[in-house]
């Protein structure tokens, strides 16, 4: 960052010296152009009456006036042949002979007609003092004030380049908060860098101390939430042992004990969710019909008393490299979904080489409700115990994590059908 601003006001600085040297240099020679040609006529103008006046006092005068300017009169009546061949012929006016580089004023009188030849090459060393050596005096000028001042802006920006430079090197997941401790600032931080140092460093402190949070808040919870879960599943797997048991304390003990690994399995997806990106969640090899049967035996239970029918079709066997517990928190989440909002009919897992694919024959959902499906806590159906929203939210920001796709298809009154598509699968 630091070496792009300074780059800029170089390249910027450069620019415009280039841009003023050019103007500097037209705007030199075209004024010159101009005011040598307008000098040049008003001079020769002049020295008109002056010649006139010394040839009438002196009849008899035809040698030159001066190194510069050459005058020669031809008095009424009398031929031309003293003249020079080159002017002898021009009409009355200005002239110019490239040949000779000579300018040549012929002016009329009754008395005669006047030649006033002046020297141009006079003219141009003039013009050479006059419009090159002030160009290359503006032009060192100028290059000297902008050197002058890119110095000094340098000086300027080089706090913030400074700043800059100790930024780049923070890690965002453990800011060096003691590079800019307002003890340790250079001397020359004053001013609004100062300020954003210690906004910067303010800023820093409270990342680090948010990460510290953050990271005892995970280490915390795994231990502390699954402490219990790990007790009520111990404590129903003995009271399910216990064959005197009438059946409908089984079942809700049934009931508590799926809860209870189902709550374990939705810790780890929040953990994961919480991790950074950076941090891969733990994985293993893993069959998915595997991980898909036991969500289907896990939700049947709430199928009981209701006309549908729940089947799981196998067009592939794949197997996956990743937290297979995430897999059933997905699982689990689309096929809750599809339990609770179908009264009768038929829901089906279809197990692809690519894809989980779950189809119920429920309520379906209308164009609206699914553009909003996976909005946080949005919930489609007031008149269900459970939402679409949480679940389906929490399913495709796993997805997001894992490198997996999750969409979803619905027609009102026709039912919905979610997909989870997988990337990088090894065949069994």
Known sequence: MSQGLSRKIRIAFILQAVIASFVIVIGVFAINSVLKQGLLERRLQSRVAEYWQSWESDPGQRQPIGIVVKGFVVPTGLDNGSLPPVVSGLARGFHELPASNQIVYVDERPAGRLYLIYDEDFVDELSLWLGVVPTLFALLSLYAVSWLTYRTSRRLVEPVSWLARQVAHWDPRQPDTEQLAPERLPAALDGEVRQLADALHGLAVRVDAFVSRERAFTRDASHELRTPLTVIRVATDLLLADPDLPPRTQRSLQRIQFSGRDMEAVIDAFLVLARE???????????????????????????????????????????????????????????????????????????????????????????????KAFEPFYRADQAHPVGKGIGLSVVRRLGERLGWSVTLDSALGEGTTATIGFAGLRPV
């Open 277 to 371: 990106a950076d941090i891969a969640p733990q994985s293993e090899d893993f069959n998915v019909r595997d991980v898909v049967y036991e969500e289907v035996v896990n939700l049947r239970p709430l199928l009981a008393g209701k006309p549908v029918q729940l089947e799981v079709i196998e067009d592939a066997s794949p197997r996956l490299h990743a937290p297979p517990r995430i897999l059933g928190v997905m699982v689990g989440n689309l096929l809750s979904n599809a339990v609770n909002f179908t009264d009768e009919g038929r829901i089906e897992v279809r197990i692809g080489a690519d894809r989980i694919v779950v189809r119920d024959s429920g309520i379906g959902m209308s164009r609206e409700e699914l553009d």
